[in-house]
């Protein structure tokens, strides 16, 4: 319970650092981007479990196996790109720009497939059939319910944040003030919000984590800092016990045998988002080079935790095997530490302030 706790609050807070009104300005490169590195990943991964479970392991259940290897090779992870493009001095670079704007979409996109992929799941492990109509029933509700929170972000928040000016006096209160006056304290209601949306997203047959990560960019519009603060002690608290959650949940019996298909998927997970950032760069710019291509290539690799939590979900609703767990973790936590020091490397070729982060000095 505490670790299911700690994984809706960590998503929540992956949702503040994501605004919509930002994504708006992040340019025809950093869509473009974000959309191959959804579709490249999804498609290699599917691909991937297909061959495996079709012709080396006999498995009826591989379509679900293969829905959820998909969704967790397809979100890239935002809160490390930042953190190692600041710890590099560049944050300030077109190239960062287009990475973190790509890996907020990539995050909005992720959640989106990764609905569609628990409804889908959900009717097939509830004893339900894989219809056309169960396929488009998952797909229409997963769309409407994050198109809901999306309008919200786009044309709610800023229509309360006018009235809010207005009744105050105030002539502009521009997007990128994150904390505009309030005379309450949103802590309080940003907890209610992020759990009732999580309980409504289960409603729904969706995942918790998406209702939380919506809720958390609800609250980055107009609250986003004041409610960061608030979120790190629980986050502090609640987070190393998913984390404790996931490592003892990891099969290392047995584990020889997947170290193939363990190395195809570390290799297939870095190409996809590698492909996909250099080409998104190549075809929509055509100032910045093959240079900028590799960079956004490179940055875009990472997972992190919204991998493990995917395969968390699939293991815990019986969607996935234990090996197919230890799998997807495994490739997470390796993109994670195999992208910090490669984007260090692809930036010094470009930009002599860049440098390598702390830890590796």
């Not at 397809?74 to 190692?84: E, L, S």
């Not at 979120?231 to 609640?238: E, R």
Request: glycine share 10%; aromatic share 10%.
């Amino acid at each position: 319970m505490v670790a299911n706790l700690g994984v809706i609050f960590l998503l929540f807070s992956v949702g503040l650092k994501t605004r919509m009104c930002e994504l708006q300005a992040v340019g025809k490169s950093a869509i473009t981007v974000a959309v191959l590195g959804v579709i490249f990943p999804f498609a290699l991964g599917f691909g991937l479990i297909f061959v495996y479970e079709n012709y080396f392991v006999v498995n009826e259940n591989w379509l679900i196996h293969a829905l959820f290897m998909s969704a967790a090779m397809v979100a890239t992870c935002v809160g490390i790109t930042a953190r190692v493009l600041t710890d590099l001095n560049v944050i300030d670079t077109v190239e960062s720009k287009i990475i973190v704007g790509a890996a907020v979409v990539d995050d909005i996109l992720a959640m989106i497939v990764l609905a569609i992929v628990a409804g889908v799941a959900g009717a097939r492990m509830g004893g339900g059939t894989l219809d056309t109509v169960n396929i488009l029933a998952s797909i229409g509700i997963a769309i409407l319910f994050v198109a809901m929170i999306l309008y919200l972000c786009i044309h709610g928040i800023p229509k309360v944040k006018e009235m809010h000016a207005k009744r105050n006096g105030v002539c502009d209160v521009r997007c990128q003030e994150r904390d505009w006056p309030i005379s309450y304290n949103p802590f309080p209601l940003a907890v209610l919000v992020c759990l009732g949306l999580s309980a409504m997203a289960m409603f729904l047959g969706l995942a918790a984590i998406i209702g939380a990560f919506l809720a958390g960019m609800l609250f980055g519009e107009f609250a986003g800092n004041k409610v960061e603060k608030e979120f790190k002690g629980i986050n502090s608290f609640l987070v190393p016990f998913f984390f404790v959650y996931v490592g003892m949940r990891v099969q290392t019996a047995g584990i020889i045998e997947i170290v193939p298909l363990m190395i195809l998927t570390i290799v297939l997970a870095i190409l996809g988002k590698y492909v996909a950032g250099y080409l998104g760069v190549v075809l929509t710019s055509d100032s910045l080079g093959k240079r900028a291509g590799n960079i956004v290539g490179v940055g875009m690799s990472p997972r992190g935790e919204v991998g493990i939590i995917v395969a968390a979900i699939g293991l815990t609703t019986g969607a996935i095997s234990g090996s197919m767990y230890t799998v997807v973790v495994f490739m997470s936590i390796a993109t994670a530490l195999i992208a910090p020091p490669w984007l260090a490397s692809a930036f010094a070729k470009k930009y002599p302030q860049a440098r390598e982060p702390p830890s590796k000095r």
